[in-house]
């Protein structure tokens, strides 16, 4: 995949702790898995996808990571309807 | 010399880290391994009620509106006995700078982090409080960076902090996105000893003392509406902030006779640090997984004791299912014409249960209302749960299994909750002091701090003690 140019906002992703670095004591599910982290900055010089990556975040500060995602972007919303809601507090339109 | 930066180390320099980062010394409080001097910690912030008022006020926090829910009130008493049906009030604290109470919370934090010359301020929350801390840090001209647990181990983010997270970058913060696991507090001292921040923990004293206004507010606002102190205050219950800082407002202005009436979604069975469990929760804070340990062992924060005291002030805790809480929050928007999010619309749902047990001439109010929207918005959350394998459909709802099954009542005649014993909680209290010091060695300043921690005096613990 292409270069992607110095300035461009993105995520960056970095692995705190391994599986086997985690904290004792939790749930099975969890200690198998490693814990990870994301922050989002302007990327410091160019980068590809899955390579490292150093970003300046929006406070300024600089941090290392792999690329990760190209113009993070928020797309939650109020997902599908859920049917079970609407009657509630009507008139009894319900059919 | 570079520092050793493993889980192990980091832990291990709490203490000073803590100290650097908040520069209040806990050692100076500190009586026994379970008491300390809890009034003179609070008092020694140098906070009088009005200077808080007066720093709210900069940052547009306070003053909020109590509502009155005519509608509302209205149908719970047709199906209340006789004579009963209270008057339900509801404190709009979605008004505040970043739509919730906790704008009240952050905002002390903030203006002392300005005061003392620290650069910025970190917190390690998924919750409100993060964009709470991020706007007043705005208006405060400091940095922010906001540790949120977002995402399980396939990177599907929990909807509603995914929309707190983005909350916070919109007011300039940076946030960090994190599995899940309790390794967010060694994220944070981490980030703490990089960037020697303000530690902006929702447990100091500053917090605390940031909220008391809310429950000044509450006793002025009923007082004069009503002729009345109010008779019962819901509060959704977590980390004990909420509680306690409201709790201790009532107090400071008189108002000791009302009850306090802790309420928490019950998502028994749920394991709150479990990758699998995580995104099965429709609630992702006031809930039992915070709210019973924070009530029965405060003092297992990121601050060396915590400030937030809940059983020292809650008179009841009520608990409701994801299905009734989903309900009321409904019926808010078709009655009373208001959209809010999850944390109020807990104690609205708890409320709406006591109220037809209360007098109709009582008053009952709701002290909080948080913003909805995106992510937060409980169609959102249904949605998601339905999505993650949870069955969701209208019933009985103590058919509710949380992580399994959301059952939406189908009247509110159905919408009960349930109580707690506070003798249960208040032993469990007792029992994790006595892991913390052996029962055995505690001295009569010790009993006396625990029986006042647990709203009791020193003979009921003793007897408690013999029975244990």
């Known amino acids: ?56 975040t929006l406070i300024g500060r600089e941090l290392a990571g792999t690329l990760k995602t190209v113009s993070p972007s928020y797309t939650h919303g109020f997902g599908e309807v859920v049917p079970e809601l609407l009657d509630i507090g009507t008139a009894g339109g319900k059919p | 010399m570079k520092r050793d930066t493993s889980y192990a180390a980091v832990t291990a320099r709490k203490n000073e880290i803590m100290k650097a980062s908040l520069g209040v010394d806990f050692d100076r409080y500190v009586t026994s391994p379970v008491a ?59 008004a505040n700078a970043s739509g919730s109470f906790k704008a009240r919370r952050a905002s002390i934090s903030a203006y002392e982090a300005k005061k003392r010359g620290y650069a910025g301020v970190i917190a390690a929350t998924s919750g409100n409080y993060g964009a709470a801390v991020a706007s007043q840090a705005a208006m405060r001209g400091l940095k922010c960076i906001i540790l949120q647990e977002v995402y399980d181990s396939q990177g599907v983010g ?31 001292l981490l980030a703490l000893e990089e960037t020697m921040f303000f530690n902006a923990s929702l ?33 959704t219950h977590a980390g004990g902030g909420n509680l306690t800082g409201t709790a201790r407002g009532l107090l400071a202005a ?39 340990p924070f009530a029965t062992w405060p003092d297992r924060v990121d601050v060396p004791r915590n400030a937030a005291r809940s059983l020292r002030y809650m008179d009841d805790y009520q608990l409701v299912s994801q299905g009734e809480v989903f309900y009321v929050t409904e019926l808010l928007a078709k009655l009373e014409g ?42 959102a959350q249904l949605s998601f749960a339905r999505k993650m394998g949870v069955e969701v459909r209208r019933g009985d709802p103590r058919e509710n299994v949380p992580g399994k099954a959301i059952v939406i009542p189908e009247r509110l005649e159905q919408v009960t909750g349930h109580g707690q014993s506070m003798d249960k909680l208040r032993e469990s209290y007792l029992k994790n002091a006595a892991k913390a010091h052996p029962a055995k060695k505690w001295t009569d300043a010790d009993k006396a701090f625990l029986a006042a921690d ?15």
């Open chain 1, 1 to 56: 995949m292409s270069t992607v140019p110095t300035g461009t906002w993105v995520e960056i992703e970095r692995v705190i702790l391994r599986p086997d670095q985690r904290a004792p004591n939790i749930p099975e599910d969890t200690a198998r898995t490693p814990y990870v982290m994301r922050v989002s900055g302007w990327l410091l010089e160019p980068a590809a996808p899955g390579q490292p990556a150093r970003v300046r």
């Open chain 2, 36 to 94: 300390f001097d809890y009034e003179r910690l609070m008092k020694d912030t140098g906070y009088t009620l009005d200077d808080i008022v007066r720093i709210q006020r900069e940052t547009k926090v306070g003053d909020t509106p109590l509502f009155e829910l005519t509608r509302l009130t209205e149908v719970v008493r047709q199906i209340s006995p006789r004579g009963k049906g209270a008057t339900i009030l509801l404190k709009d604290e979605a």
């Open chain 2, 158 to 188: 929990q909807p509603e902090i995914v929309e707190k997270g983005r909350k916070c970058e919109a007011f300039g913060a940076e946030v960090h996105k994190l599995t899940v696991g309790p390794e967010l507090f060694y994220c944070l």
């Open chain 2, 203 to 235: 447990y100091t004293p500053f917090g605390i003392k940031g909220v008391e206004t809310l429950g000044t507010e509450i006793a002025a606002q009923v007082r004069a509406r009503y002729r009345r102190d109010p008779d019962v205050v819901v509060i």
């Open chain 2, 254 to 292: 008189g108002a000791d006779k009302t009850r306090i009436v802790a309420c928490s979604v019950d998502l028994s069975g749920l394991h709150m640090a479990s990758d699998r469990d995580f995104n099965r929760k429709s609630f992702t804070t006031g809930h039992t997984g915070f709210g019973v």
């Open chain 2, 338 to 379: 208001i959209e809010r999010g999850p944390a109020g619309n807990t104690s609205l749902t708890a409320a709406v249960a006591l109220a037809r047990t209360l007098d109709r001439d009582q008053v009952v109010v709701v002290q909080e209302t948080e913003y909805t929207g995106a992510g937060k918005h409980h169609n």
């Open chain 2, 454 to 468: 647990v709203k009791k005096d020193v003979a009921w613990l003793e007897s408690r003690l013999r029975e244990l």
